[in-house]
């Protein structure tokens, strides 16, 4: 992996293989910590035996219906990993100047809204929605140095 400048570590990369290994390595660390076995695994996500093992494996994909059965019984402990990996890997915001930029934006745009009745409604949350979304993911990265640092 390259080196920051910033000394940021690198984020990790969004690739098919490493999606079936955090899933993978998710679903195997519930068998062991709940004492299952591949067929309870099969049965509570609506597949075989084989199937089961093979996604603990990271060495098969599986579908929508599957992954929500998993979620649906694990919640985070299942599709945290998955979630924690989308998110790390989203492209960067770029710099702490781009960062203060988005929120700054932000707060213009909220305070034109304010500004003809003191009220934010859902229309001018609506129009801002992008601008509010990546000053929400700036605050985002800036509080994951909180994380990176401990």
Known sequence: MS???NGERERPVFSASHVLAVVGGDLASIKRADDLTYADL????GKSEDQAAKYCEG?????????????????????????????D??????????????????ALALSMALADDEEID????????????????????????????A
């Not at 710099?95 to 929120?103: G, I, Y």
Request: hydrophobic share 40%; aromatic share 4%.
């Open 3 to 5: 080196q920051r400048s």
């Open 89 to 106: 890997s989203r492209p960067s915001l770029g710099s702490d100047r781009a960062r203060e930029s988005k929120v700054l934006k932000a």
């Open 122 to 149: 859902a229309v001018e949350v609506r129009d801002n929605r992008a601008t509010l979304e990546e000053a929400r993911d700036a605050i985002e990265e800036l509080l994951g140095k909180l994380v990176r640092a």
């Open 42 to 45: 099969g049965a509570i996500l």
């Open 59 to 87: 060495t098969a994909t599986m579908d929508l219906i599957t992954f929500a059965r998993g979620w649906r019984e694990w919640n985070g402990r299942f599709a945290g990993g998955l979630a924690r990996l989308c998110h």
